[in-house]
């Protein structure tokens, strides 16, 4: 028996007018405003871009298909543009480097994938039958990169001499995810989503090239062997699995066999934060969530996320988003 290959669809990225005129043509489905959407031949399809200022466009996108589809990304490689693909842990992606073996790219234990790139390569992404899969696309037009998000040009100018021949890859951390997460959510909206998507986009955006920047500029980190690195995403896991009994430096110490200096230094190379800020991110936003998808009470949410007392669990809320559990149950009723 023959496998059968998947479909390929290209989607040009330089253009959304063309790739969602191209993807009716090619699968069916409707345009509408800036969106691509239908039950299609595929499957499902949710495509829609955010235009505000010409420099800086944002898409959001969603598809459930019938079939396994390769995306393959198509670039006008004249158009100085710099690309960021923030894709959902349940995909990959397939980088190709000229006539050169094509890489894969799975995220090891972090919610998203981010690749980004100048556009000299292409970017295939592999879309599995009935697997939902949900990915922000974001394109910055590079001369006007320092303009929009603010960052010193002397801070660019070796960035971007390396961005010419590499492609970076990344695994997201809790600060971008809880970003990444609101720009999904506030899709669902209709009030000024346009102006507050971008506003979205732009911190993501600066908030990932101020970092990659930072850490080229900074001195070399040490690196990390492929099998501590699957260590660090054990202990993840494990500081994560019990809200209600979050253990302590020590007894993360003792159970994995690391000492603790190096714990937390290493810790920190890998996630961005301090283990309690880790910890700390991943209950405000599952709070967040809980808050936003279900019809739990305050107290039953706050008691998920390990805190017995509803006063505690209000004060943390409001100190990490400057605003209560009550305050944002309450927006989401207006």
Known sequence: MINQQPRILY????????????LQKDVGGDILDH?????????????????IQSGFKVSVNRVLLNQDVVVQSIYDHNTPHIYITFLRKNSKLRVQKGNEETKTIANGGAQFSIILHQGQRGMSMD???D?????IGVRLKRDDFQGILGIPDIETGHFFEKLINHIYYEESTPELEDIIEEIFQIQKTTIARNAIIFGKGLELTGKLLKKMMLRLHSK?????????????FKIKDYILSDYSNIPTTQMISHQFGIGE????EEFKQIFDQSIFAFITSHRMMDAHRLIRMTELTIGEIGTKVG????SKFTSAFKRYYD????????SLTL
């Open 11 to 22: 989607f040009d990225a330089t253009s959304f007018d063309n790739t969602y005129k191209k």
């Open 261 to 264: 200096t190096k714990l937390k």
């Open 35 to 51: 969106q691509f959407i239908g039950n299609t031949e595929i499957g499902e399809i949710h495509l829609e871009n955010f235009d």
């Open 131 to 135: 697997e939902e899969v949900s990915w």
């Open 220 to 232: 070399k980190e040490k690196k990390i062997n492929k099998h501590d690195m699957s260590t660090y």
């Open 127 to 129: 879309m599995k039958k």
């Open 323 to 330: 605003y209560t559990p009550t305050e944002l149950r309450k």
């Open 307 to 310: 805190y017995n007392h509803l």
